[in-house]
């Protein structure tokens, strides 16, 4: 009877922006209502948004959350 053996292999792996991906996108949400923009490509949107809802609301904290996109990819040579 043979005993089992485990075959361990160890590689370096790197985390980089994905350029075949899509641009970041944006968002900004009301700290005090939880209230939030829609989604958008472009910076400027979210912040109109916050401005504008401060202005109907008094509200005065909010939360730009940007998503971005990212690949991991072997590093050449590490197997």
Do not use: K
């Not at 979210?46 to 971005?68: C, D, K």
Request: aromatic share 10%; with cysteine.
């Amino acid at each position: 009877m043979t005993t089992p053996r485990a075959v361990w292999r160890f590689a370096d792996w790197v985390l980089s922006a994905d350029a075949s991906g899509s641009d970041p996108f944006y968002v900004a949400e009301c700290t005090t209502c939880g209230d939030a923009s829609e989604g958008a490509e472009e910076r400027e949107a979210p912040e109109i948004w916050s401005l504008q809802h401060a202005g109907r609301t008094g509200h005065t904290g909010f939360r730009n959350i940007v998503i971005s996109f990212s690949r991991a990819s072997l590093v050449e040579g590490s197997r």
